[in-house]
Nanobody, 121 residues
Framework: QVQLVESGGGLVQPGGSLRLSCAAS????????MRWYRQAPGKERELVAD???????NYADSVKGRFTISRDNAKNTVYLQVNSLKPEDTAVYYC???????????????WGQGTQVTVSS
């Protein structure tokens, strides 16, 4: 089985920063794309950023220049550095990854449980 566990969320004032982490564990052979999504109350889940195994990144327009996604392939971990936070960044942030398990020929999508980020003064 594969598990993704996020950490690093919390309450922060506008303009503040956080570093979110998501560690994947289990019978993992390889991980392709890793992603961060977020879901605010009453809104649909949206893609924030993604990163390939080779380090290529994409960002939602709303976070470009403020958020940075990175990964440590040796640790099967993806990070999201969130700077210059705004109240509208308040949401539950979810990690998602395309994982190939040992003895599997295919990649499957796995989700973490989410970590709450609240931006408020």
């Amino acid at each position: 089985q594969v598990q993704l566990v996020e950490s690093g969320g919390g309450l922060v004032q506008p303009g503040g920063s956080l570093r979110l982490s998501c560690a994947a564990s289990g019978n993992i052979l390889s991980i392709n794309i890793m992603r961060w999504y977020r879901q605010a109350p009453g809104k649909e889940r949206e893609l924030v950023a993604d990163i390939s195994s080779g380090g290529y990144t994409n960002y939602a327009d709303s976070v470009k220049g403020r958020f940075t996604i990175s990964r440590d392939n040796a640790k099967n971990t993806v990070y999201l550095q969130v700077n210059s936070l705004k109240p509208e960044d308040t949401a539950v942030y979810y990690c998602n990854a395309d994982v190939r398990r040992i003895n599997s020929a295919s990649y499957y999508s796995y989700w973490g449980q989410g970590t709450q980020v609240t931006v408020s003064s």
